[in-house]
Structures are given as structure tokens and as C-alpha cells.
Nanobody, 121 residues
Framework: QVQLVESGGGLVQPGGSLRLSCAAS????????MGWYRQAPGKQRELVAA???????NYSDSVKGRFTISRDNAKNTVFLEMNSLKPEDTDVYYC???????????????WGQGTQVTVSS
């Protein structure tokens, strides 16, 4: 099995910064795309940023220029550096990874448990 464990959420003032981390572990053969999504109560989960195995990135328009996604392939870990945070960035943030597991030719979609980010003065 595969697990994604997130860390780094919390409370921060507007204009502040936070860094989220997500480490994948288990029977991993390879990791394709890794990404971060967020979801507010009653709303659909939306993509924040994603990064491919060769480092290509994709960001939602609302976070471009403020957030940076990166990954450490040796540690199966993805990061989200969030700067210039705004109250509207308040959400539960979820890590997502598309993973090939040992013993199977398929790709599987895994999610972390979510971490709360609150931007408030």
C-alpha cells in the first residue's frame, strides 16, 4: 500500500508564508505527477499546483507568482511554498500523487489526509 503524509499547515497572518510538505511511502515503483489541491466547505476541490516527474509545473491563476511547487524525487516528497498569503487562500490543502506501485502495470491516484491552512489577522 501507499500512504501520503502531509505537514506544514497552520495559522498565518495575511502577507505571511507557509511551506507544506507531503511524503509518499510504501510499495512505490515510480511517481508520475505530484500536486496540491484545496477545498473549502461546500465547494469543489480545485487544483493549486502540480509538478511532473521531470519538473514541469502548472499553477492555478489565483496562486501564480505567489506559490512555488517543488519535489525531491529521491525522497518521494512534494513541497508547496506559499508566500504573500491572502485570506482567500484559507482552505484544507490536499496532496495528490499518481503512482505506479510495485507489481502492477497500472497508475493509481492517491490522496493525503488534508492539512488546514488559515490566513487571518
Amino acid at each position: 500500500q501507499v500512504q501520503l503524509v502531509e505537514s506544514g499547515g497552520g495559522l498565518v497572518q495575511p502577507g505571511g508564508s507557509l511551506r507544506l510538505s507531503c511524503a509518499a511511502s510504501g510499495s512505490i515503483f515510480s511517481i508520475n505527477v505530484m500536486g496540491w489541491y484545496r477545498q473549502a466547505p461546500g465547494k469543489q476541490r480545485e487544483l493549486v499546483a502540480a509538478i511532473s516527474s521531470d519538473g514541469r509545473t502548472n499553477y492555478s491563476d489565483s496562486v501564480k507568482g505567489r506559490f512555488t511547487i517543488s519535489r525531491d524525487n529521491a525522497k518521494n516528497t512534494v513541497f508547496l511554498e506559499m508566500n504573500s498569503l491572502k485570506p482567500e487562500d484559507t482552505d484544507v490543502y490536499y496532496c495528490n500523487s499518481v503512482i505506479s506501485v510495485i507489481g502492477s502495470p497500472r497508475l493509481y491516484d492517491y490522496w493525503g489526509q488534508g492539512t488546514q491552512v488559515t490566513v487571518s489577522s
